[in-house]
């Protein structure tokens, strides 16, 4: 079988936020593995603006460590994931190198850092997470070289995790080197809470409160004048509840809905789309659940122009 289609890009930024981890760094975009239960694989083709099938890309990030290193020395202390939209760990990695040379440029550092992988290459780094203070290989991924199988891709985490229980050595010895090992929650929990006060305490521009396999909801806030920009959605029915403010909705460039407080709206799959906040003193506070999800576990774009950058470099 051939193997994914590669590309070396350049990473601005590497370090970015995440509302689970504090922040997510994640050296390639794709993942080779190409898990069908992927979560990533439902919007990470969008965002890459790769037509190929979900796990027949890799983006690779070649200056990921020299850009960490940069972004690092300006960061406020917090947790690090690695990675939340691809295995760090893929087979790349070996010939590319990133992820250890990103855990090398923290080594020093007084960042925790979580490794979610389901490979058993994060073996051949032992010896540089050993010296990264509250480092935790999570086995959301799975714990056990199952990757290299063509099966990985159809089983679960869950699955994959009571094989490797059984079959390898591997979570023995992450016990025995003192490094410790759980399970995700992040991807796996529902979502309880008061969501209108989170959708009006909210000032960012999008804020992902939930991802599940098949929803995933958000908080938004416009500020006066903006827009979300047109946009479509292939596969995703999009529920959009105002909680303060009023939004016009442009469907397909001519059908137009104003919606106010206390209001809802659904946008069908495949309908082109705006959300245009057309008052010019207030902010407009909604939130949103997509089916399925449409953004990365744990967005926070602060603003717009955040958002627009992102769309280019997760
Ligand atoms: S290894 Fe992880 S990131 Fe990669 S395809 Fe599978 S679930 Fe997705």
Known sequence: MPGPVVREIEAKPILNP????DYCVNPYTGCEVGCIYCYAALFMRRYSGHSEPWGEFVDVKVNAPALLAKQIVKAKRGTI?????????????????????????????????????KSAR???????????????????HEVADYERDALSKFMTPWFLMMASLRASPLSL?????????GKAEGHMSGYFGPIEEQTLKNKYFRQVLF?????????????????IGNEVHPDVDQFFRVEQ?????????????VVKKNEAAIVPAG??????????????????VYSPPNHPDGTVHKTKAEAEAAEKHV
């Open 122 to 140: 994060v073996r051949r780094d032992l010896d540089v997470i050993r010296q990264i203070p509250d480092e935790d290989i999570d086995d959301a």
């Open 211 to 227: 991802t599940g396999k098949h929803c995933q909801l958000v908080v938004m806030c416009l500020q006066p004048g903006e827009e």
């Open 173 to 181: 010895m992450y016990n025995n080197s003192g490094i410790s090992f």
């Open 18 to 21: 995440s509302k689970i981890h």
């Open 81 to 117: 994931c690695f990675a939340s939209v691809c295995d760090p760990y893929q087979p790349l990695e070996e010939r590319y190198g990133l992820t250890r040379r990103c855990l090398e440029v923290l080594v020093g550092c007084d960042f925790p850092v979580e490794i979610q992988t």
């Open 271 to 288: 309908t082109h789309h705006n959300v245009i906040n057309t008052s010019k003193t207030t902010r407009l506070k909604l939130y949103t």
């Open 245 to 257: 403010g009023e939004a016009k909705f442009v469907l397909n460039g001519s059908e137009e809905h």
